[in-house]
């Protein structure tokens, strides 16, 4: 007998006999419930810390003894909600009197609760792994309830989609007069209670945070100390850039008798030390396997 995966869409063959059936492409069971469409993802078995120090280890200007001089202050794993959907759709966009398309078909997940918003947005959801929700998790401490219902999360996964879709466009055109959105389509799959662990360390009595992926084990988040050595490369390299620029524009100037080549030199000698500049002062550094952080 032939059967369609609720989870993937995968067909394929099982015995009539069988009443619970576990998908072979993406491990999701279903059968007797698959009407049902709450599901959480099942945690890691390795631990959290170990995995985060070993991220820690290989960052730039990390100190060397972190692993000796740290400790775990804390560890919490949270059950988020998040609305799974498949969104697809086309936007047509006049660039200059001409036509540009965009298409974009993303599975993604729209997150039900303030806390982790940001932390989470835009994250790469696995479509493989959950499974059907055991009851039991809605006393575990970290869990948390969804802050809106399914009609708002749909409404918030179709302004994801045409984000997504504008940036395609704009990748295309940068002066957009005009953009018409057509076959928007957004497949619901399911409310996700996902796994995120939140981790506190210290370094040498100072206190830094971490999140990480509960089901796969992926550093989302980490703050982290940067050697003094490494600050002060950061720090010289930034005010070098600003000196080379400030003596470049400075001879180029007195040679055009005009400003202009002082301000055009110094602009972006100062916007790329800037970032430099920040992480030699600050004292905590954050670093992720996921994001491209703005520092």
């Known amino acids: ?73 804390d560890q919490k794993l949270h059950y988020v909600p998040v609305y799974f959907y498949y969104m697809r759709g086309r936007a047509v966009g006049i660039c200059g009197g001409r036509e540009t398309e965009a298409y974009v078909c993303h599975h993604g997940g729209v997150v039900a609760s303030a806390s982790f918003q940001e932390l989470l947005e835009d994250y790469p959801f696995p479509i493989r792994g959950k499974r059907f929700f055991k009851r039991e998790l809605e006393y575990f401490e970290g869990y948390h309830e969804p802050e809106f219902d399914e009609n708002r999360s749909r409404r918030l996964a179709e302004e994801i989609l045409k984000r997504k879709l504008m940036d395609e ?41 971490a999140f990480l992926d509960g089901s796969d084990g992926r550093v989302i988040l980490a703050e982290h100390p940067l050697k003094l050595e490494t600050r002060v490369v950061e720090i010289l390299t930034a ?38 500049l920040k992480r030699g002062v600050e004292l905590r550094i954050t670093a992720s396997e996921l994001k491209t952080l703005t520092e």
């Open 169 to 209: 466009l704009h990748e295309q055109c940068s002066d957009l007069d005009r953009v018409v959105f057509e076959d928007l389509r957004l497949d619901y799959r399911g409310l996700v209670h996902y796994p995120i662990y939140h981790l506190k360390y210290s370094y040498k009595s100072r206190s830094y945070e």
């Open 1 to 73: 007998m032939k059967v369609t995966c609720p989870g993937c869409g995968a067909v394929f063959e099982f015995p009539e006999t069988v009443k619970t059936i576990t998908c072979p492409y993406c491990g999701l069971v279903f059968g007797e419930r698959a009407r049902e469409d709450h599901y959480y993802f099942p945690v890691i078995k390795d631990e959290p810390y170990r995995i985060l120090l070993g991220f820690l280890k290989r960052q730039f200007g990390i100190p060397m003894d972190i692993e000796l001089n740290s400790s775990l202050l």
């Open 239 to 276: 005010a070098g850039m600003i000196l080379a620029a400030l003596a470049i524009g400075s001879i180029l100037s007195s040679i055009m008798h005009t400003i202009t080549p002082f301000i055009t030199s110094l602009m972006p000698a100062v916007a790329s030390s800037l970032p430099l």
